[in-house]
């Protein structure tokens, strides 16, 4: 594969390995690993779970930093071929 064929991670695929590690990420990590001021973190966090992604938000017991971690993706459909025909075809 050369360069030109290689595709690039995006920084939604970047932000969705960096929240799947099991002990999660902290805001100011992520935004710092990103490049993007805090509240757009956040709201990309917003569009992870708009998208089906669930984004456990753990706060410490003992205080200490809130970190965040996709507990899980979403379902993909199958897409069979009864799902596509037009009715009455």
């Not at 390995?17 to 956040?42: E, F, P, V």
């Not at 992604?53 to 017991?61: F, G, I, L, N, S």
């Not at 930093?65 to 009455?88: L, Q």
């Amino acid at each position: 594969m050369t360069n030109s064929t290689k595709q690039r991670a995006t920084k939604k695929d970047q932000l969705i390995r960096l929240l799947g590690s099991k002990n999660g990420c902290d805001i100011k990590l992520l935004s710092a690993k990103l490049g993007w001021q805090q509240h757009t973190t956040r709201a990309a966090l917003s569009g992870l779970r708009k998208a089906g992604y669930e984004v456990a938000h753990e706060k410490p017991k003992s205080g200490g930093v809130s970190k965040y971690r996709i507990t899980s993706s979403p379902v993909t459909r199958e897409i069979t071929p009864a799902a596509v025909e037009p009715h009455g075809a």
